[in-house]
């Protein structure tokens, strides 16, 4: 982690970006709108937990498409996973991904000014309005995983639409990164239903991400009280849930950055937490 004396100058240096996402406003709240099927395998292997690097294509010169990191099975731990080991001092700050991408960007800038990784559940609709995000997220050394296609209340659907929410989203993950991605986190709600499990595991997934403090940045209680209910609940191995789409989460970032680092928690990816 990079030492607190240095924070107000790097805080200082993402500024203009924080403030170039707040000008623009946010869309988050709004479920995405598909734009289009997926059509076609990509290619390279989906299965390779570590990813491989890009080189020339055999006959054609092109760069390859670079695998990301697929699902883990973690021995020992529950088909839902709402938070990783209480003995170690990490914790996993975990987005949602949906929303203005200026707002994305900044996120991802200001968590990697700190030396933090983060985790992001992107919506499949997302992904197709701002394709170029899957790769900024994977190359900036965070996890990337589905938040289903269109951001709607999934425990609400029969098993066919739910099915279709889990696999539309894989299928655009799997189209951009080679992967289906590495996690699954249920749209609308902090628990999967038995039957969302069961779908999950079938699309490929083993576990459901759950977690155990919400921020409550979708209320926009602006950004003190961001920080203060994260740092009001945060212990060792939490998983925390916020939001690309709310001006207040790219606001309160350096400060709970900071007190996170203040109380020795280190902000990893959800796979590295239970790793």
């Known amino acids: 982690m990079i030492p607190i004396d240095r924070r107000s100058a790097l805080r200082a240096g993402a500024g203009a970006a924080v403030a170039g996402a707040l000008a623009t406003g946010c869309t988050d709240s709004a479920p995405a709108t598909p734009t289009g099927s997926v059509s076609g395998p990509p ?153 969302v499990q069961r779908l999950a595991r079938k699309a490929g997934y083993p576990h459901v991400l759950s977690y155990d403090v919400d921020s409550l940045d979708f209320t926009s209680p602006g950004a003190a009280a961001v920080t203060r209910t994260v740092t009001g609940q945060i212990r060792n191995g939490s998983v925390v849930s916020l939001h690309f789409g709310y001006a207040d989460t790219v606001a309160a970032l350096p400060a709970l950055l900071d007190a996170l680092e203040r109380r020795g928690l280190r902000a990893v990816t959800t796979t590295e937490l239970l790793t």
């Not at 609400?156 to 996690?183: K, N």
Request: glycine letters at 14%; one cysteine or more; aromatic letters at 4%.
């Open 43 to 195: 290619r390279g292997s989906a299965g390779s937990p570590g990813g491989t690097s890009a080189g020339p294509s055999p006959g054609n010169g092109r760069p390859a498409v670079r695998t990301a990191p697929a699902p883990r099975r973690f021995p020992g731990q529950p088909a839902e996973i709402a938070h990783g080991p209480r003995d170690r001092a990490r914790v996993a700050l975990t987005f949602h991904g949906q929303g203005d991408p200026a707002t994305a960007t900044a996120v991802l800038a200001e968590a990697e000014r700190a030396g933090a990784r983060i985790t992001v559940l992107a919506v499949g609709g997302w992904l197709d309005e701002h394709p170029a995000l899957a790769r900024r997220i994977l190359d900036g050394g965070h996890d990337l995983g589905n938040h289903t296609l269109h951001h709607i209340d999934i425990s609400e659907l029969d098993e066919a639409a739910a099915y279709a929410e889990i696999t539309g989203c894989a299928q655009r993950l799997r189209r951009l990164t080679g992967s289906i991605g590495s996690w699954f986190r249920p749209s609308r709600t902090q628990h999967a239903t038995p039957l």
